[in-house]
């Protein structure tokens, strides 16, 4: 599997547990997480991502549930749309991409 597949694959994993996991688990999924990161920038990728509240509707929940929902967006270092803080401010390594709201519909 290759290394994007293997980060969406495990972002997702463990965002569908991340509830039911105990405060070790969650420390061994942030490691996990890591060095899937740090693979994909070896590889020439960077990852983004957002949570957003989102209300689902539905004919057997009454009132809406309120759920987190993830935009995560995997692009390469070089993608021109990733706005690069000034080298001189304090967080001059964390580059930053600004994607729209996504528009969900389920």
Do not use: H
């Not at 997480?33 to 920038?41: A, G, N, Q, R």
């Not at 957003?52 to 929940?61: A, C, I, K, L």
């Not at 021109?80 to 000034?86: F, Q, S």
């Amino acid at each position: 599997m290759g290394t994007i597949a293997s980060f969406v694959s495990n972002l997702q994993d463990w965002g569908m547990i991340w509830g039911d996991l105990d405060a070790g688990q969650r420390i061994e999924a942030e490691q996990s997480m890591k060095s899937l990161l740090s693979e994909l920038e070896d590889e020439g990728f960077w990852a983004f991502g957002e949570a957003y509240p989102y209300s689902v509707s539905s004919q057997d929940s009454k009132p809406p549930m309120r759920w987190q929902i993830a935009c995560v967006v995997i692009k390469r270092k070089d993608f021109p749309g990733i706005v690069k803080p000034d080298e001189t401010e304090e967080n001059a390594r964390l580059p930053a991409l600004f994607p729209k709201k996504p528009n969900l519909r389920f």
